[in-house]
């Protein structure tokens, strides 16, 4: 059993308010990703939950017990960076034995510990290698296998696989998922990289300038993001934005427009989330790519744009569409066109206003969706 609460954590270094009024709890068991753009505060949560910094206000506790001033050796918590550090001198084998020879277990023990968690991480053929003679991606195996043999009750992760190539990355990702969920042990895993977040966690923490901007499951917070600023950042391409007024001409119904031409005529489920928000107000509008359909036929109901450029994505194409001065991303399967989107051709765009969000402008924060039950078209 490991739960881990974070209770209103504050860390100042000088004037910079690194972490600021932090609060979150790690079920037991779970996987827990910290996101955000670099500089937000993530590694200073992370080590302060290690011990590696003393918070100036709040709070850690690990199963109800407060280990706010225990010292790091005495948290049971393992920690891998990106920067593994692994002694030049020492095989495989001796890296994994150590944190067991620590805790005076028999050689037996070791030894088959040290197989077994070798078997998990593919590094049975590397065991008597020296760290100079493994690759990048072994070598930050070894580290993670540290780590977890000596089954600490919460494992920490900041960035651990930064120095790997994609392919490298994406087989050790996948290894160290389908082992935390065997080992069942609390995780926290930091990353800028919202891919990873998403496929890696059971909850993730988005964060921004020191406090948690939302937290949830990676489907909640890409479907329901409270604020622009989580829109913005879960995602590739990111979600497309753009500021627009309310207008409800008596008898045509209710509409957004947008800047250079731009008319988005509302369905039910749009009016419902614009509510009562008073004629020229200004909201954000922001749909993902995928929300989007292009359509070839002309259309004077749907807003028109221009293909600018179309990039091709495994089985899908990334098309970028000038509307207005702006440019949408649009994501389409390759079957849906083939090769007739050419460069500038009219399109129109038919989104799928049930997926729309708006946000109200200044605050960034996403308006309520008013009327629930008629979200579906
Ligand atoms: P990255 O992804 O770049 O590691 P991060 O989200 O982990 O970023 P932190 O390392 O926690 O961010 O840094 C949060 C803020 O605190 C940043 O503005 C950073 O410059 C500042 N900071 C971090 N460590 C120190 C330090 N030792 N002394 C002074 N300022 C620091």
């Not at 921004?208 to 917070?221: A, F, K, L, T, Y």
């Amino acid at each position: 059993m490991a739960r881990v609460v974070v209770d209103h954590l504050h860390v100042w270094y000088g004037k910079t308010h690194a972490a600021d009024d932090i609060s979150l709890t790690v079920d037991d068991g779970e996987f827990c990703v910290f996101l955000g753009p670099s500089g937000c505060g993530k590694t200073t949560t992370l080590r302060a939950i290690a011990g590696l910094i003393k918070p100036d206000a709040g709070d850690i506790l690990i199963d109800e017990q407060v280990i706010t001033k225990l010292y790091p050796g005495e948290r049971d918590i393992a920690m891998v960076f990106q920067s593994y550090a692994l002694y030049p001198h020492l095989t495989v084998a001796k890296h994994l034995a150590f944190p067991l020879e620590a805790k005076k277990m028999d050689k037996a023990t070791i030894a088959a510990e040290t197989q077994r968690i070798a078997e998990l991480l593919g590094l049975t053929d590397v065991l008597d290698r020296l760290p100079r003679h493994l690759s990048t991606g072994q070598a930050q195996r070894v580290a993670i296998a540290r780590a977890l043999i000596r089954k600490p009750r919460v494992l920490l992760l900041d960035e651990p696989l930064n120095n790997l190539d994609v392919r490298l990355k994406l087989q050790t990702r996948a290894v160290l998922k389908r082992l935390q969920r065997d080992l069942n042990i609390t995780t926290i895993y930091v990353t800028h990289d919202q891919e990873e977040a998403q496929s890696l966690a059971d909850t993730i923490v988005v964060m921004d300038n020191g406090r948690i901007q939302q937290s949830g499951s990676p489907m909640h917070i890409y479907d329901q993001p409270v604020n622009e600023f989580v829109a913005g950042f879960i995602g590739t391409p990111p979600m497309n934005f753009m500021r627009c007024k309310v207008e409800r001409t008596r008898g045509r119904g209710t509409y957004l427009l947008g800047p250079d031409g731009f008319e988005l005529h509302a369905g039910d489920a749009l009016s419902a989330q614009i509510g009562d928000l008073p004629d020229d107000s200004d909201v954000t509008i922001g749909i993902r790519p995928e929300r989007i359909a292009l359509h070839t036929e002309p259309d004077e109901s749907l807003p028109l744009g221009h293909v600018h450029i179309v990039e091709p994505e495994g089985n899908d194409l990334i098309i970028s569409v000038r509307v207005g001065n702006a440019i949408w991303k649009v994501r389409a399967t390759k079957a849906q066109f083939g090769g007739r989107l050419q460069r500038d051709i009219p399109v129109n765009l038919r989104i799928d206003q049930s997926k729309l969000h708006l946000f109200a402008p200044g605050t960034g924060q996403r308006i309520e969706v008013l009327n629930q039950v008629n979200l579906t078209p």
